[in-house]
Protein backbone atom coordinates (compact mmCIF):
# COMPACT_ATOMS: atom_id res chain seq x y z
CA UNK A 1 0.00 0.00 0.00
CA UNK A 2 1.08 3.66 -0.61
CA UNK A 3 0.59 6.78 0.90
CA UNK A 4 -1.67 8.33 -1.87
CA UNK A 5 -3.58 4.15 -1.99
CA UNK A 6 -3.89 4.67 2.23
CA UNK A 7 -5.55 8.25 1.61
CA UNK A 8 -7.71 7.08 -1.39
CA UNK A 9 -9.14 3.96 0.78
CA UNK A 10 -9.52 6.39 3.75
CA UNK A 11 -11.55 8.65 1.81
CA UNK A 12 -13.34 6.17 0.15
CA UNK A 13 -14.43 4.32 3.42
CA UNK A 14 -15.11 7.41 5.17
CA UNK A 15 -17.74 8.09 2.32
CA UNK A 16 -18.98 4.71 2.24
CA UNK A 17 -20.01 5.51 5.97
CA UNK A 18 -21.18 8.78 5.65
CA UNK A 19 -23.94 7.50 2.89
CA UNK A 20 -25.13 4.86 5.02
CA UNK A 21 -24.99 2.55 1.76
CA UNK A 22 -24.80 -1.12 3.30
CA UNK A 23 -23.09 -2.55 0.02
CA UNK A 24 -20.64 0.29 0.05
CA UNK A 25 -19.16 -0.37 3.12
CA UNK A 26 -19.23 -3.68 2.85
CA UNK A 27 -16.85 -3.54 -0.17
CA UNK A 28 -14.12 -2.28 2.06
CA UNK A 29 -14.42 -6.07 4.02
CA UNK A 30 -12.80 -9.41 3.03
CA UNK A 31 -15.27 -12.35 3.50
CA UNK A 32 -13.07 -13.51 6.24
CA UNK A 33 -12.52 -10.07 7.98
CA UNK A 34 -12.61 -10.09 11.85
CA UNK A 35 -13.63 -6.87 13.45
CA UNK A 36 -13.01 -6.33 17.13
CA UNK A 37 -14.61 -2.95 18.65
CA UNK A 38 -15.96 -1.96 21.86
CA UNK A 39 -19.06 -0.71 20.25
CA UNK A 40 -19.50 -3.84 18.81
CA UNK A 41 -19.11 -5.09 22.60
CA UNK A 42 -22.33 -2.79 23.67
CA UNK A 43 -24.20 -3.27 20.67
CA UNK A 44 -24.31 -7.48 20.25
CA UNK A 45 -24.09 -8.02 24.52
CA UNK A 46 -20.79 -9.45 23.69
CA UNK A 47 -17.75 -8.44 25.69
CA UNK A 48 -15.15 -9.84 23.16
CA UNK A 49 -16.16 -7.33 20.80
CA UNK A 50 -15.21 -9.71 17.97
CA UNK A 51 -17.53 -10.57 15.06
CA UNK A 52 -16.31 -12.54 12.49
CA UNK A 53 -17.13 -12.82 9.04
CA UNK A 54 -18.32 -10.68 6.53
CA UNK A 55 -22.12 -11.52 6.80
CA UNK A 56 -22.18 -11.44 10.75
CA UNK A 57 -19.77 -8.22 10.04
CA UNK A 58 -22.92 -7.17 7.85
CA UNK A 59 -25.68 -7.74 10.81
CA UNK A 60 -23.41 -5.95 12.70
CA UNK A 61 -23.06 -2.88 10.79
CA UNK A 62 -27.11 -2.76 10.50
CA UNK A 63 -28.26 -2.67 13.72
CA UNK A 64 -25.22 0.07 13.83
CA UNK A 65 -26.88 2.11 11.62
CA UNK A 66 -30.45 1.40 13.46
CA UNK A 67 -29.13 2.67 16.28
CA UNK A 68 -26.81 5.39 15.60
CA UNK A 69 -29.08 7.00 12.57
CA UNK A 70 -26.84 10.31 12.18
CA UNK A 71 -23.83 8.62 12.27
CA UNK A 72 -21.33 10.63 10.46
CA UNK A 73 -17.33 10.81 10.42
CA UNK A 74 -14.89 13.52 9.71
CA UNK A 75 -11.69 12.60 8.80
CA UNK A 76 -8.58 13.81 10.90
CA UNK A 77 -5.35 11.58 9.95
CA UNK A 78 -4.58 8.65 7.93
CA UNK A 79 -1.49 6.36 9.03
CA UNK A 80 -0.02 3.35 6.63
CA UNK A 81 2.12 0.71 6.83
CA UNK A 82 2.94 -2.37 3.37
CA UNK A 83 -0.15 -4.12 4.77
CA UNK A 84 -2.26 -1.87 7.23
CA UNK A 85 -3.95 1.03 7.62
CA UNK A 86 -5.30 3.38 10.70
CA UNK A 87 -7.93 5.90 10.35
CA UNK A 88 -7.96 8.84 13.04
CA UNK A 89 -11.54 10.19 12.73
CA UNK A 90 -14.26 12.57 14.62
CA UNK A 91 -17.76 10.82 15.13
CA UNK A 92 -21.00 12.18 14.62
CA UNK A 93 -21.00 12.97 18.55
CA UNK A 94 -17.57 15.09 17.95
CA UNK A 95 -15.36 12.09 19.51
CA UNK A 96 -12.04 11.08 18.37
CA UNK A 97 -12.16 7.53 17.35
CA UNK A 98 -9.61 4.66 15.30
CA UNK A 99 -9.39 2.10 13.58
CA UNK A 100 -6.30 -0.15 12.55
CA UNK A 101 -6.77 -2.18 9.55
CA UNK A 102 -5.33 -5.20 8.16
CA UNK A 103 -5.29 -4.62 4.25
CA UNK A 104 -4.92 -6.80 1.70
CA UNK A 105 -5.18 -5.97 -2.38
CA UNK A 106 -8.94 -6.56 -3.97
CA UNK A 107 -8.97 -9.61 -6.04
CA UNK A 108 -10.02 -8.22 -9.80
CA UNK A 109 -12.09 -5.70 -8.25
CA UNK A 110 -11.30 -1.51 -9.42
CA UNK A 111 -13.12 -0.23 -6.38
CA UNK A 112 -12.00 -0.67 -4.16
CA UNK A 113 -8.30 -1.76 -4.91
CA UNK A 114 -7.18 -2.80 -1.37
CA UNK A 115 -9.59 -4.67 1.09
CA UNK A 116 -9.69 -4.64 4.97
CA UNK A 117 -8.46 -8.54 5.52
CA UNK A 118 -8.24 -10.21 7.85
CA UNK A 119 -8.53 -7.98 11.00
CA UNK A 120 -9.51 -4.68 11.94
CA UNK A 121 -9.56 -2.83 15.21
CA UNK A 122 -11.96 0.07 16.40
CA UNK A 123 -10.91 1.97 19.11
CA UNK A 124 -12.63 4.73 21.22
CA UNK A 125 -10.67 7.24 23.43
CA UNK A 126 -10.80 6.40 27.45
CA UNK A 127 -12.98 7.76 29.52
CA UNK A 128 -11.87 11.71 31.05
CA UNK A 129 -13.40 9.88 34.25
CA UNK A 130 -11.00 6.67 33.52
CA UNK A 131 -7.89 9.11 32.62
CA UNK A 132 -8.18 11.55 35.74
CA UNK A 133 -8.06 8.44 38.22
CA UNK A 134 -5.18 7.12 36.65
CA UNK A 135 -3.10 9.89 35.61
CA UNK A 136 0.75 10.60 36.90
CA UNK A 137 1.81 13.27 38.80
CA UNK A 138 5.03 14.90 38.03
CA UNK A 139 6.20 16.60 41.21
Known amino acids: MTGIEAH ?9 W ?15 VVLTS ?9 PSGTVAGKEALLGY ?10 LAFMLLE ?12 LNQNDIRCGEFMEVAAAPACPTPSWII ?23
Do not use: C, K
Not at 38 to 46: E, Q
Not at 80 to 87: A, F, H
Open 117 to 139: APRAYAMMPIDERVRASTSVRRD
Open 78 to 89: VMWGVSSIVLHY
Open 18 to 32: NSHDLGAIMSHYAPE
Open 61 to 70: FRRGLQVYPN
Open 8 to 16: TFARDWIAA
Open 38 to 46: PVAARLLGD
